[in-house]
């Protein structure tokens, strides 16, 4: 997987119409289920939840949330140096 450029993911929230928080979980989606972003991207942009995203692609909310607090501490401990 690639990385994403900072322009490039405020262009991706736009297109989709989602928030920070919304692209970081679709990402652990991807990732979690080698699932492309853009294919889950669209799921979204069809009308899926998250929720229904994760559970159609067997990504359980406990991973999810372990990832987001991963995260969380890993942009914290950026900050801090």
């Known amino acids: 997987m690639h990385k994403s450029t900072p322009d490039g993911l405020k262009q991706k929230m ?3 119409n989602i928030g ?7 990402t652990i989606i991807a990732q ?5 972003l853009d294919d889950v991207l669209k799921m979204k942009k069809d009308g899926m939840s998250i929720k229904q995203i994760a559970e159609k692609l067997n990504v359980k909310k406990e991973d999810i949330r372990a990832e987001m607090i991963k995260l969380v ?3 914290k401990e950026k900050k801090t140096n």
């Not at 920070?20 to 679709?26: F, S, T, Y």
């Not at 979690?32 to 492309?36: A, C, I, Q, V, Y």
């Open 20 to 26: 920070l928080r919304q692209l970081a979980v679709l």
């Open 14 to 16: 736009k297109d989709y």
């Open 32 to 36: 979690k289920s080698n699932t492309s």
């Open 73 to 75: 501490k890993s942009i």
